[in-house]
């Protein structure tokens, strides 16, 4: 446990009010006889490095963990109905980059029920081992026998990493798991790399993206993260890779379920940005009837699809699932437009990565053509509509 140590017997009047002003969350208070530090501390640590010696840092020893002991790069194979989600071989392909800094095989952990064929493809994109639980108990998610599989996979291969994709089923797998192992969990991850000593650097935004934390479990193993869709490249498949298959059992009465599957149904298809490979994006600048409908219009002739930012889906303008940022969807397509976008931090965070980006802003300055790999510097009332009847000639 961390805490500041104010040396008091040094503090005056003159002193207290540089510390009140040093710390930015006003958490620094002086009664003409004590200073003071309030729970609005942050612990930033700027009164220890500015305060001239007066507050000391001050953390107690933790016992460490053997780190020799785990050993492996884990990657949880998210899948319904045996087809496995597109973010399980981003995460393979993740972790092969990443075991070559430590030289720790990549495992694959499989949860399901005759699964066993379907799991070969896991091998070509980068897995030295699958580990498959194989049971009609898991042929449905249910989070109690899943998370006692999860478990005693942890308890006999004992990995030093494990990575899942954030999805809806990983997002309620992950914090079970990493709980019953007394582990920390870093979600929603945009950057993973590897230490030498087996310490998973994770690296996610934070404070509503205006910095990016690093995330290093130095005490305690495993290092659980997840990671969202299209936040990874998806490496080429391998046919000549080789691996192995691992057929796990575990006790029927650990994985008894207290939750009874009566039925079930799919829902409705609903449009996924993240899967698009053409995207139209409309940001406060472009939010008018006439420019919604002319962004309509020049998805279809691109043939992709239409997708805004945070203030578009607050305003019930769009659906939720077409926001694209931090709050929102991560996408990764061929070709986007951005139309009157400013180009805030969250918002990059979720779409930087896109092969071709295009941003149309009346603004010179704006963030957004940071990122963008084409700047056009203007009105989108005047050019969208002209961009639009160009295509049409084209076509």
């Known amino acids: 446990m961390a805490e ?88 393979l392909g993740k972790a092969k980059e990443l075991s070559k800094v430590t030289g720790h095989p990549v495992y694959a952990l499989v949860i399901g029920y005759d699964m066993r064929d379907s799991v070969k493809i896991l091998l070509r994109y980068g897995a030295d081992k699958v580990f498959v639980y194989d049971d009609k108990a898991f042929e449905h998610f249910r989070i109690e026998p899943y998370t006692a599989a999860f478990y005693d996979f942890i308890e006999k291969i004992k990995p030093s990493s494990v990575m899942l994709g954030a999805t809806n089923l990983g997002r309620q797998l992950a914090p079970r798991i990493a709980a019953r192992c007394r582990a920390g969990l870093t979600a929603d991850c945009t950057v993973l790399q590897m230490k030498e000593n087996t310490d998973l650097v994770q690296i996610r935004p934070a404070f509503g993206g205006n910095i990016m934390a690093q995330i290093i479990s130095t005490n305690t193993r495993p290092q659980f993260c997840t990671v969202r869709y299209k936040v990874f490249s998806e490496p080429q498949p391998d046919s000549n890779n080789t691996g192995e ?8 009465a650990k994985i008894k379920s207290d939750i ?8 409705p298809r609903e449009v996924d940005i993240a899967e698009a490979e053409v995207i139209v994006a409309v940001g406060r600048g472009a939010m008018s009837e006439n420019m919604l409908k002319c962004a309509e219009e020049l998805a ?24 694209i940022g931090l709050s929102g969807r991560t996408v990764k397509p061929k070709f986007i437009v951005c139309l009157g976008i400013s180009g805030a931090v969250q918002f990059a965070a ?3 990565s896109s092969d071709c980006i295009v941003a149309i802003n009346s ?10 790999h084409y700047a056009v510097v203007g009105d989108v009332n005047e050019i969208v509509p002209s961009l639009i009847e160009k295509i049409k000639e084209a076509k």
């Open 4 to 91: 500041l140590v104010i040396k008091q017997e040094l503090i005056n009047s003159e002193n207290a009010e540089t510390l009140k002003k040093i710390c930015p969350f006003g958490a620094i208070s002086y009664n003409g006889d004590k200073l003071e530090i309030s729970s609005a501390c942050k612990m930033c640590k700027l009164c220890v490095k500015k305060g001239g010696g007066l507050v000391e840092y001050k953390e107690d020893e933790v016992a460490g963990v053997d780190k020799s002991l785990w050993k492996g790069i884990c990657v949880y194979v998210d899948h319904r109905e045996r087809n496995i989600h597109r973010v399980t071989c981003e995460l």
């Open 245 to 252: 298959i691992v057929a796990m059992e575990i006790d029927k």
């Open 260 to 267: 009874e599957i009566l039925s079930y149904y799919d829902k």
């Open 300 to 323: 279809e002739l691109l043939g992709g699809t239409v997708a805004c930012t945070r203030p578009l889906a607050e305003a019930n303008i769009f659906d939720a699932k077409r926001q």
């Open 350 to 352: 979720g779409m930087k």
């Open 363 to 372: 603004d010179k300055n704006a963030p957004i053509f940071d990122v963008a």
